[in-house]
Structure formats: C-alpha cells, structure tokens
C-alpha cells in the first residue's frame, strides 16, 4: 500500500510526497543456448562412434566447460562419462 510523507515548510505550509511502494514484475533473463556436440562411442556396442547434441542454457551453468558436461550428465544424459583432472 502507498505511504504518504508530510514534511512542514518554513512557511507553515505543507508538502505532501507520496511513496509508492509498487514492485516491478521480475525481468526474465534472455536464454543464452549453446549446444556441446559431444563424441560418443560405446564399446560394448558394435556401432560407429557419433556426435551427440546437446542444449545447455548458459545462464544456468557455471563458466567452465567441465560445469556443462555435469549438468549435461546430471539433467539430459545420465549415461555420459568423462575423465577429469586438474
């Protein structure tokens, strides 16, 4: 709800300035797509290697490259596996 201020002037007079107290509706941020084409093979299967596609917002992920494979591995692709190292 608005507040109202009174502020007495030197002159007796009164200024009335009211607050609004109104919130703006939350802005959504822009989604920023990169797709990872990731080379995929499996050796128990007698299939040729192939790439594999996929979406990742990038105002959701970290900024490494290694912070996109998680989320890839842990929200699209449970079966996606890597080595890492420092």
């Known amino acids: 709800a ?10 007796s ?4 300035v009211s607050s609004a107290t109104t919130t703006a509706p939350p802005v959504a941020k822009e989604e920023r ?8 093979w499996d050796p128990d299967h007698k299939q040729k290697p192939y790439l594999s596609t996929y979406p990742v917002d ?3 992920c970290g900024p490494m490259v290694l912070d996109a ?3 890839i591995k ?3 692709d449970p079966t996606l596996t ?3 190292s420092c």
């Open 33 to 40: 797509i990169k797709y990872f084409k990731i080379y995929r």
């Open 2 to 11: 608005p507040t109202a201020f009174t502020r007495a002037l030197s002159t």
């Open 13 to 16: 007079e009164s200024l009335k």
């Open 69 to 71: 494979l998680i989320k």
């Open 74 to 76: 842990s929200e699209q």
């Open 58 to 60: 990038l105002n959701d």
């Open 82 to 84: 890597f080595r890492r």
